[in-house]
Structure formats: C-alpha cells, structure tokens
T-cell receptor, first 113, second 112 residues
Framework: EAQVTQNPRYLITVTGKKLTVTCSQN?????MSWYRQDPGLGLRQIYY???????DKGDVPEGYKVSRKEKRNFPLILESPSPNQTSLYFC????????????FGPGTRLTVL | EDQVTQSPEALRLQEGESSSLNCSYT??????LFWYRQDPGKGPEFLFT???AGEEKEKERLKATLTKKESFLHITAPKPEDSATYLC?????????????FGTGTRLTVIP
C-alpha cells in the first residue's frame, strides 16, 4: 500500500530535550516536506527536500533541522524544543513537479512542556 | 501578501442537504488552486486541482469551481461519510512551485 508513515504519532516532551520525528514514504517520491498545523493558522511549511541531499527552508524553519540521506526518509529534528513548537506535524511527499498532489502522513502530535 | 480565506469555518448539514464551501484568495499570479480533505486524526488527502477561471472538476458528490477571486466546493446530496475538514490551498507564480499556501479549512458535519 502506498503510504507515508510517521513516528511517533504522539509525543510529550520537555523543553530542551532533543527529539526526532521520522518520516518514510514507499512511493519513490523525489519531493518531501514537513508542515505544522496550528489552530487558526492552517498548514505551514517548515522544510522541504527536492531530492536526496537537497533540502531548503520553508516558511517557518526556525528551531528545526532536517536531513535527506535516503530517498525514502526525511526526519525532522528539534535540537532544543520549546513550548511554541507544540503542534501537529505532517510529513508529505509527491512526485517531482506535482507538488499540488502531495501525499500526507497521519501526523505527529507534539507537546513540549 | 498571499492570503486564503475559507468560509464558513464550520457547517452542519442534514444528509441530502446540498451546500457550498467558499475559498477566497488574494495572490499575485495564481498558478493553481487545490482542494484537500482532512479526516479527524489523519493527514490531508488531495481532491482537486484547478488552474484557470471557469474550470470545474467533479468527484462523486463534490464539484469544485474556480473564478478569478474564489473557488467553491459544491456538495450535492451529502452523506455522513462526507463529514471532514475541507482545506483549500493556492500556489503562486511568484513563490516556489512547491510552496502551497493553505487556508484554515471548513469543518463539515453531515447529520444522518
């Protein structure tokens, strides 16, 4: 089954404790991205990757890091999480140049205390 | 500044009661407008792409239309399984092709 998987689905952590949210897709998509979804603000792009070893900032990249060492995986790293990073996070992927048709993962709900 | 406004924020319909959701946008040069559906606890799922005013797309009970300032998602004779949040997103020529600007959605509830 074609899908984007994220782990963990739920995470409660404390300020400053480094964490990684994993994202994997099995569709051989070149493009992958991370979004956060907050009430009243809609989905906002954090980082994206056009292909292996090619990443770039989205609209709200502060406090986040990413890497793309393999085509299927695109982890999101929070080196020192803060409460304002409490949010619902989505990973998405698509075929290159069909960015409108992104496949989204199920989401990771992160709470930073 | 690019802006997408969706209305209403929430809509409750009786099963079979047709209605429309609105997505108005302000963008300098529209490359495309997209509709997604998001079920509770899940990620958004792509529905439609519209590129030019006058264009229409249909899928089952849903029909999306586009004008120069807004898009409508018409729902004909909805069923309870159509209950979801519907998101609208725009893509502008001025920003990167991968940069989608999302609205905050309309939460639709269809009552049996």
């Amino acid at each position: 089954e074609a899908q984007v998987t994220q782990n963990p689905r739920y995470l409660i952590t404390v300020t400053g404790k480094k964490l990684t949210v994993t994202c994997s897709q099995n569709m051989n998509h070149e493009y992958m991205s991370w979004y956060r979804q907050d009430p009243g603000l809609g989905l906002r792009q954090i980082y994206y990757s056009m292909n292996v070893e090619v990443t770039d900032k989205g609209d709200v990249p502060e406090g986040y890091k990413v890497s793309r060492k393999e085509k299927r995986n695109f982890p999101l790293i929070l080196e020192s999480p803060s409460p304002n990073q409490t949010s619902l996070y989505f990973c998405a992927s698509s075929v290159r140049d069909r960015y409108n048709e992104q496949f989204f993962g199920p989401g990771t709900r992160l709470t930073v205390l | 500044e690019d802006q997408v406004t969706q209305s209403p924020e929430a809509l409750r319909l009786q099963e079979g009661e047709s209605s429309s959701l609105n997505c108005s946008y302000t963008v300098s040069g529209l490359r495309g407008l997209f509709w997604y559906r998001q079920d509770p606890g899940k990620g958004p799922e792509f529905l439609f792409t519209l590129y030019s005013a006058g264009e229409e797309k249909e899928k089952e009970r849903l029909k999306a239309t586009l004008t120069k300032k807004e898009s409508f998602l018409h729902i004909t004779a909805p069923k309870p399984e159509d209950s979801a949040t519907y998101l609208c997103a725009v893509q502008a020529f001025q920003t990167g092709a991968n940069n989608l600007f999302f609205g905050t959605g309309t939460r639709l509830t269809v009552i049996p």
